[in-house]
């Protein structure tokens, strides 16, 4: 299993250069709030906490395609039967994370990542969460939380610790069963998790750059305790020199709320699409929750939610996520203080400030019982603790500008005690303004747009990420100086001063300072920034850390907003099954684009060679038919599917408009195809890659797009099962990839190498899909209540050995398909199969 440990998550954000507006940060921006937030908060006051005396009780109903529904009179029972359930389908996945984030990954699987490459990714891992201090976080913060927290999280360790009781160590899921470290688990490893959780899209991505800050004048990251011998952080500096990827799998999604003016009944609905990886740490899990009088929850949350619905609905709203284009983080020039050899003191408001040091050791294993311990240092500034980037961010002599310098890192998530009551006061939310108030609250969605809807069909938007609140005046200042903004453009991260108190982080940019918007006809979100979340009403005057203004809309963004533009049947409204076809209707916006004008383009070619990006002269005439064709959709009998992938791949690298991006007409440019030698060598290029992977460029996607498990112990299953569904690339909507990088577990999967610069692999005979919709519903308020139909594409259960392994996946193989929701209490009876009443003695 060591072979698989992955050190990234494969839910972490990108804020790359992409997401910097540097030439304008501080222009337009306002402190002001963008709508006087003035609401209350009505949600129930009757829940009780703790269970009575400690004695847990949950009723679980199983119901079709293995989804649990948990019925208890208290929190600490109902997380307690949603910890059960949830273990039953994905123990090893929880368990996995735990010893991850208590930075126990070198003592069960040594020192590397890769076993024998020297990587020391697993020790890099267990030092940067100490150094972080999530653990210490974690058995601080507990007591601080509110006592609904603390009863869905000692009620999810005890639900977790009887499902692993019951069924003993050796008969759980093949995919971990007899591990040592699948061990009971205590309410602060389910804190220490979530804070970790927390920071996926930021601190967690630089364990590398933690683990190489040492002052100077060192040269060892870390040493033998028993005989002092130092790691060489030499061979770690080259394989950790660049600035991490913050979002390695592009992780993303799609939401719509849609308003009562644009909604046929008049009622709110909702489309929620996030896109997500198919296995790991982010997988997400079906289920419904109920304390009766008090609360009535339908939807799907990721792996470790104690209780509570990241994504669903209940009698009165319906809310979804996106991951926004904000900064969770930034970055901190340190000035050293020239007295100070050991380059440990830095400069702020022209005082020297001594960094602390803080002593950390772990256990790694050696071999088969035997292990040392490594001991080493982590050093930290009032701006956060020290990274080092080889290849840009350096400890000492600046290459540039020849100061001393050192940079920190600021993470506005370290600690976020807010997540589980800001989750559940979503899930108890009756009215947007309800919903609203929550985000007044707290801020612990962590690095999400949120979109919801309610009843009466009022939609709403907001970017509800932790963003360090850096005061306007410092931004006004930051915007000016010519060297922190080509420090910034270089790295794709803000990076801000860190000699002058006025750049500190006041906590987080408050909600009234966010990007918002109320509308009654739609708010939606594609991961581009917030300012399009309604083309009719752009949002602008917010911080420049939440993402770019004018930008141009990806793909995806503008196949989403022209079926927006479209509406739906009734009299341009929309009905459920309008939102369902839009949600699984596989279009794609490059393809209805372009498509016409490029087989006109190539066919006017005929069988004249092209060149290739090779060199190689191609006959396209075989591309040309296949073309003619493509039906114009990502489905499994499309021909010409692949084809145009492929050639998408290529567009993307060098497009080739009619009409260029104009700032002042986002949603309509660039368009109309430039029919020119560079989109026919596009296509060649295309038609050499598929051909010389041994592929027909005329097959149907279904033949060459499939989905394929690993087995227990990450081989091939040879079960390839065939995949409808667009890419990103071609501006798909219902997006799938194959990524084929780390899924943040150590749990054994295979992967097939890929083709350079496409996502195709010889070796898999096309796409193998790893990743994208995953938990997706249409759903609609009707008087009778909450309608709807979703998926979970990869199906409920990790565990192999599961009934509900691969139910789901196989329904969506057969045809792209959504399947009804159960709501309400009648409903769920009418497809029971499983009914059981858990008791247990509380953990606390």
Known sequence: MAEQYFKRSAAALLVGAGVLTLSACGDGYDPDPVDEVVV???????????????????????TDYGVPYVKAENLESLGFGVGYAFARDNICILADQIIKFNSQRAMYFGPDQVPGSGDSGNILNDFGYLALGIRDNAEQGFEQISERAQALITGYAAGYNKYLADTGVDNIAPECAGQP??????????MTYAQGVALLPGAANFTGPLFLAVPPSQSAGATNKETGEALDLAPLAELYAEVPDTNPTESGSNGWAIGSDLSASGQGMLIANPHFPHTGNQRFWQFGIEIPGEMKVVGGSLSGMPGIVNIGFNENVAWTHTFSTASRFTIHRLTLDSNDATGTTYMLDGEPVAMTKQQHSIEVATGPGTFMTLQRSSY????????????????????????????????ANLPNYELFDHWLGMNLADSIESYKQTFVDYTGTVFNNAMAVDKDGNAFFTDGSSVPNIVPEALAAWSQNQLYQGLSQQAGLFIFPGDESL????????????????????????????????????????????????????????????????????????????????????????????????????????????????????DISASCAALAQFDGRMNLNSIGAMLFREFATEFRRNPQWQVAYDPSQPVTTPNTLLANDVVLSQLATAQERIQNAGLAVDATLGEVQ??????????????????????????????????????????????????PGSVLSEAAGGYHITYGSSWMFAMEFTPEGPVANGLLSYSQASDSSSDHYLDQTLLYSSEPQLRPLHFSNDDVAAVAEEQVTLTGESVR
Not at 721 to 743: C, R, T
Request: hydrophobic share 35%.
């Open 706 to 755: 499939f989905v394929e498990r690993s087995l227990p112990n990450g081989q091939p299953s040879g079960q390839k099962l065939p995949w409808g569904g667009a890419n990103n690339i071609e501006g798909g909507f219902n997006v799938f990839n194959s990524n084929m990088g780390n899924d943040g577990t150590v749990l054994p999967r295979h992967t097939y190498p890929l083709l």
């Open 181 to 190: 470290w699948l061990q009971p688990i205590t309410p602060i490893d389910m």
């Open 503 to 618: 750049y500190l982080p006041q906590g987080t940019v408050p909600f009234a300072q966010a990007p918002q918007l109320e509308r009654s006809d739609f708010v939606q979100n594609s991961n581009d920034s917030y300012w399009l979340t309604n083309p009719a009403a752009p949002i602008t005057g917010v911080s420049p850390l939440w993402g770019p203004v004018g930008n141009q809309q990806s793909f995806r963004s503008r196949m989403g907003q022209k079926m927006l533009a479209q509406g739906g049947s009734v009299d341009g409204k929309f009905t459920r099954e309008d939102l369902v076809d839009r949600l699984i209707g596989n279009r794609a916006w490059l393809v209805e684009e372009v498509l016409a004008d490029l087989v006109t383009h190539c066919e006017a070619q005929g069988s004249t060679p092209v060149m290739t990006a090779s060199g190689a002269s191609v």
């Open 380 to 411: 930290h500034s009032e701006f956060g603790p020290i990274i080092v980037i080889p290849n840009g961010l350096p400890w000492g002599t600046d290459p540039v500008t020849g100061q001393q310098v050192a940079y920190a890192l600021h993470d």
């Open 40 to 62: 209350t908060n009505p949600a129930p006051t009757g829940l009780i906490t703790f269970a009575p005396d400690g004695e847990l009780s949950a009723d679980v109903t199983w």
